[in-house]
């Protein structure tokens, strides 16, 4: 591992580390089946062949060492998508950054994205990734939301979901959010984000997950800053409507919300956030985000 992992989060080591002993532990496996195969007369019944452990590391090519050339890759669950806006970008291009050598992939041509035509116009896809090792690569080559300018916004969404309202997968959710004060979250938000993010694509939001259940209800999560504020969300693919409404999907959102709250911004259950500027870590589905006046839902609270 060169000096660069160094200066990385003690997280962001972790998977770094668990990269190179899995992709040690691989090749081991790999060069026994190997000498079997080719019928090595030179070990005795029961003996294990010797490994140089120390070449096989130094022919491991992480993202943290090799950005473009690493040959260790561990999937996730779904590939992501990050994209980004700011007022400085709106009918501009994002400048070239060391991301651009990362494979992107086109615009999804989905009923969604044409109704969001006029939205998408502004906002710029940065990066897709599917693996571990890419998504660490994109974020030690990203300004952390504590730097970006006023009316700036991250949006990481699963692959072929756009982040607006008229995507298929978006239209009939909602999404659970968090608004901070500026000045006393500054030294925070960055966390908060990265942890949201880690949740987002290591599945463990939605509590439901499973190989009889595998569609997560997470479409993607947001961060975005303002004035006097921050916001976090977690977008889902579908809310509780009320009139009859699916009282275990009740449930499977409600733990979203819990999760997000106590696993992964640190707060207690019982802790109270709402205040100036602040509010709770609260929900509504998109429908109900666009009634105004007497028609608006209140949200609903964790």
Known sequence: MTSTASSLPVSALQASQAAVN??????????KENG????????EPGEIQEVDMQAQADAIRTVFSDP?????KHPLYS???LWFDSPATKGRNLPQTPMSSFPQTPLPQTPGAAAAQGWMEDIKRVISFDSVEEFWGMYNNIVPPSQLPQKANYYLFKEGIIPAWEDEANKNGGKWSI????????????????YTMLAAIGETFDPQLSESS???LITGVIVSTRPQFYRLSIWTRAA???AGEDEKLRERIEAIGRHFKISVLGYSESQKLAGPLATEVEFLSHKDSEKKGKAAKKPWVV
């Open 22 to 31: 899995a992709a040690l532990a691989e090749n081991e496996i790999k060069e």
């Open 36 to 43: 079997k195969a080719n019928g090595d007369e030179s070990l």
């Open 68 to 72: 473009t050339n690493f040959n260790v």
């Open 79 to 81: 590939p992501w998508t």
């Open 179 to 194: 608004q901070l004060p500026k000045d006393k979250n500054r030294s925070n938000v960055d966390k908060m984000w990265l």
């Open 214 to 216: 595998p569609q997560s």
């Open 240 to 242: 509780p409507t009320g």
